[in-house]
């Protein structure tokens, strides 16, 4: 079998089938941020982007959240290809937590574990409050460690991207959400 890793991005896209269209997905940015907006009203954040596919899901939040807010980022990586692992932090906030409503923003939560770690290394920084919100969910059946406190979209359990979400690296920019035909 070819190695998943030199297939072209084209391959990717015509093996794959349509979740949600991009203007299902900026429906579910709207609400997401006027879910946001509603429980914050204008109280500070500090919006904590999970790299690299908290990206796209932070980008879009920032133009439509209408209260003061601060920018940083996390790397946090658990995937090769497709398959899940130990956690590797790749980088730390650079802003002191401490005190700080944080906002903590990703592209999906999967199994939780990543965004169950970045909110215990929120609350040991000792932030104020913490919220979560994913632009997606995995409807996988799994206990999680955690719910988010808003999410965009229920998706289905295949391996999903676009929006933020890669396959192989690709397509993290694609407006639309797709998932791997199952062979
Ligand atoms: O709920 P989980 O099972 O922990 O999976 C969700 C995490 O997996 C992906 O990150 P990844 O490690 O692939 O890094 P990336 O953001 O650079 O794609 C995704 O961006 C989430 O952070
Ligand atoms: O289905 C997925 N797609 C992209 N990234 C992911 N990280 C965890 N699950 C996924």
């Given amino acids: ?3 998943p890793n030199t297939r072209s991005p084209d391959y990717w896209l015509a093996n794959s089938e349509l979740v949600f269209s991009a203007d299902q997905v900026t429906h579910a940015l709207d609400q997401i941020a006027q879910a946001l907006q509603a429980r914050l009203a204008a109280q500070p954040i500090l919006l904590l ?8 899901l932070a980008g879009q939040l920032m133009q439509r959240l209408q209260l003061p807010a601060r920018l940083d980022y996390l790397q946090a990586n658990r995937y090769h290809g497709t398959a899940g692992s130990d956690i590797v932090w790749a980088r730390l906030p650079e802003f002191d937590l401490s005190g700080q409503t ?10 939780g574990i990543t965004l ?3 909110v215990q290394h929120c609350q040991q920084a000792n932030a104020k409050q913490v919220l979560t919100a994913v632009l997606t ?11 988010a406190d808003v999410v965009g979209l229920s998706v289905p359990n295949r391996y999903v991207f676009g929006c933020g979400m890669d396959v192989y690296g690709w397509w993290r920019n694609l407006p639309e959400i ?3 035909k199952e062979s």
């Fill in 1 to 3: 079998m070819q190695d």
């Fill in 49 to 56: 982007c999970v790299m690299r596919g908290g990206l796209y």
């Fill in 102 to 111: 944080v906002v903590v923003l990703d592209d999906i939560l999967d199994e």
């Fill in 116 to 118: 169950a770690a970045v």
């Fill in 137 to 147: 969910e995995k409807d996988n059946g799994l206990t999680k460690p955690l719910q």
């Fill in 178 to 180: 797709r998932a791997l």
